[in-house]
């Protein structure tokens, strides 16, 4: 149910991502950068900016 983001420098947690209510499916990083994108057991996809941990979007899908 939480995403944690971890530098690779040093191993230190630089976030951790609440929102799924069920577990996490899948995760990838945007292209573009600094997002970071997961599905849940629930079906819904979440993304985050990965240095605030702000929530950017939460949409329910049908089914992956």
């Known amino acids: ?7 690779v420098s040093d191993g230190g947690c630089v976030q951790t991502l609440e929102g799924p209510g069920d577990g996490v ?3 990838t ?3 573009k ?4 994108l997961a599905g849940s057991e629930d079906f ?3 993304m985050w900016l990965a240095q605030s941990g702000n929530c950017m ?6 089914g992956w």
């Open 1 to 7: 149910s939480t995403v944690r983001v971890w530098r």
């Open 25 to 27: 499916e899948w995760l």
């Open 29 to 31: 990083w945007h292209p």
């Open 33 to 36: 950068g600094d997002v970071v």
């Open 44 to 46: 819904t996809l979440w």
């Open 57 to 62: 979007q939460v949409d329910q899908g049908v």
